[in-house]
Structures are given as structure tokens and as C-alpha cells.
């Protein structure tokens, strides 16, 4: 595990799109591992800027990301699928095609998640896998329990990400309670991961996850046992550590 902590949250999406910037280079044809929230947002602007500057090329990146909420409409503001296209998406030359997200409104939800890890499989697993973390140390939806899933699943949301997710919407009773999420599986089996954690309201989740034991309790202390994973953290977040 690599731990690197920066003054400023824009020095944090620098680094991540540096390190996102070098996967496509060597790798045009790379999956990525894609994550919503406002961790990644200023990510996302530094790999637009340097699409726009003629350095990258997105044509054949193919993109998977980590979740999408149940039962909310694709074209909702709220969805997942409309932020990647807000801040991302309708930036690059990425084919609609590559871009994969968990159709939180199939029929049989189960059958979609099953279909998710299968469509991830059949990609050759993801090069690169962007994370946030959650106040309680969620990774995509994976929240704590007594135990992790490994496959994509459909998540109970706890109170507390319930909470989070609120200020994106206009009433609490519209924040969605479940989302599909990828599993502890897709996101161990990446070949890099890295999480980006910025603000104060993160340190102990952050510490948690690094310095504590491992445990289903704090989902995201399941890196310490992956190969190559770098938390790019700002001073704030990484104030306990
Ligand atoms: C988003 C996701 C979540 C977020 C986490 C942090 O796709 O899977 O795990 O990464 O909730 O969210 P922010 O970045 O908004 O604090």
C-alpha cells in the first residue's frame, strides 16, 4: 500500500489524473473503474483538460462504474448514470458503448448484477479502479456488516450513507434506500486501485482503513490486502494517520 498525502485537494486529482493519464497511454484500449460522488469530480476536470489539450484519447477506453442507486430514473440529475455523463462523459471521446453502469431499474436485479460482474469478467477486469470513500468506510456500496459480498449485489443503504447522499437531493424521502453495487470482488481483483479521500470529515475513515485491522466493519481496510493500491489523500483527510 502507498499512502501519498497532499497540501490540496487539487494537487490529490492532479496525481489521480496523472496516474489515470499514464494507464491510457500505455493502455489505450484500458478499463476503467469509475466512481461518483465529489471525491472524483476535479479528477474528472483534469482528464477532460488534458482530452482537450490533445494528450489524451478516450475513443477506445472502455469504463465500468462502481455502483448506480435502485429504482431511480437514468435521466434522473440525481442518477449515476447522468453525473458520469455531467462530468465526464460528454467531455471525451468516449463511445456511449464503452461506458457501463449497474442499470439500477432492470427487472430482476439480481440477474443485472450477475450480468455486471460477468460483463467486467468478459472485459479482462479493470486496469484501473478509482474509489471514494464513505464516512463509515463504504467502498462503492459496500457497506459495513458482519460480512462483505464479493459479487455485485444489490446494497441496503445504512443511515448513515442515506444521510450523505441527501444533499443531492431535494427531500430526504427521495433519497434512494438501495443501490447496486459492484462487490469486494471486482474491486480487489483490479489491477490498481486507487482511493482519493479529501476533507476532515474523512480522517477517520481514512485512519481507520489504513491503520486499523481489517475488517467487514470498515469495508475499505480490505486493501491493505491488495497488491497495488495507492491512497492519494490532502493533509486533512490524512490528519489521524
Ligand atoms: C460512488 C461510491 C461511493 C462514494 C463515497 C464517497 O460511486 O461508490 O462509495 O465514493 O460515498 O462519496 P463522496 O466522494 O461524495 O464523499
Not at 444489490?154 to 434512494?176: G, K, W, Y
Not at 486501485?193 to 475513515?205: C, I, M, P
Request: hydrophobic share 45%; glycine share 6%.
Amino acid at each position: 500500500m502507498q499512502v501519498h498525502v497532499f497540501d490540496n485537494p487539487a494537487q490529490v486529482a492532479q496525481a489521480a489524473a496523472l496516474l489515470v493519464a499514464s494507464q491510457v497511454l500505455r493502455k489505450p484500449d484500458s478499463v476503467l473503474g469509475l466512481a461518483t460522488g465529489s471525491s472524483p469530480i476535479p479528477t474528472y476536470g483534469e482528464l477532460i483538460r488534458l482530452y482537450r489539450a490533445g494528450v489524451l484519447d478516450f475513443s477506445r477506453v472502455r469504463t465500468f462504474n462502481l455502483d448506480e442507486y435502485c429504482r431511480l430514473p437514468s435521466d434522473h440529475p440525481c442518477s449515476y448514470h447522468f453525473f458520469m455523463a455531467r462530468e465526464l462523459f460528454d467531455h471525451v471521446n468516449i463511445p456511449a458503448e464503452n461506458t457501463r453502469l449497474p442499470d439500477g431499474n432492470a427487472e430482476n436485479l439480481l440477474w443485472e448484477a450477475a450480468r455486471y460482474d460477468a460483463a467486467i469478467a468478459a472485459s479482462g477486469g479493470i486496469d484501473v479502479q478509482l474509489l471514494g470513500i464513505g464516512h463509515n468506510a463504504h467502498v462503492g456500496f459496500n457497506e459495513p456488516g458482519d460480512q462483505l459480498v464479493y459479487g455485485a449485489h444489490v446494497s441496503d443503504l445504512t443511515p448513515s450513507t442515506i444521510q450523505a447522499n441527501r444533499r443531492f437531493f431535494d427531500r430526504e424521502e427521495d433519497v434512494p434506500r438501495q443501490a447496486v453495487t459492484v462487490g469486494i470482488g471486482a474491486i480487489m481483483n483490479a489491477r490498481c486501485v486507487l482511493l482519493l479521500a479529501t476533507g476532515q470529515d474523512k480522517a477517520q475513515a481514512v485512519y481507520e482503513s489504513i491503520r486499523g485491522e481489517m475488517s467487514p466493519r470498515v469495508p475499505a481496510s480490505m486493501l491493505q490486502a491488495h497488491a497495488n493500491v495507492l491512497f492519494l489523500l490532502d493533509r486533512e483527510a490524512a490528519e489521524l494517520l
